[in-house]
Nanobody
Framework: VQLQASGGGLVQAGGSLRLSCAAS????????MGWYRQAPGKQREMVAT???????NYADSVKGRFTISRDIVKNTLYLQMDSLKPEDTGVYYC?????????WGQGTLVTVSS
């Protein structure tokens, strides 16, 4: 399975971006997909996750500002990011977990200027 992330870019604080992650290839059912980010000099952290049945989970730092969603038919994961802050800057990775499998996309850079 390949995960292709897109949608990153440069935005001013308070702005919005929408990330997409398209899954392709393989016959494995991905039960959970999520977005993770890594800021310069910091460890990778979970931003938001979504299961096949619609359960979602968010990091406290993004609650109320970010929304994760999945299009099961298109095998695509989205992250709507609103009210962006400079501390949201980092490389955003999508992840897909199936039974016995753990997939990561290549990452897309989000830069929020103050």
């Amino acid at each position: 399975v390949q995960l292709q992330a897109s949608g990153g870019g440069l935005v001013q604080a308070g702005g919005s971006l929408r990330l997409s992650c398209a899954a392709s290839g393989g016959d494995f059912r991905i039960s959970l997909m999520g977005w993770y980010r890594q800021a310069p000099g910091k460890q990778r952290e979970m931003v938001a996750t979504a299961t096949t049945v619609g359960s979602t989970n968010y990091a406290d730092s993004v609650k109320g500002r970010f929304t994760i969603s999945r299009d099961i038919v298109k095998n695509t994961l989205y992250l709507q990011m609103d009210s962006l802050k400079p501390e949201d800057t980092g490389v955003y990775y999508c992840r897909g977990i199936a039974v016995g499998r753990d997939y990561w996309g290549q990452g897309t850079l989000v830069t929020v200027s103050s």
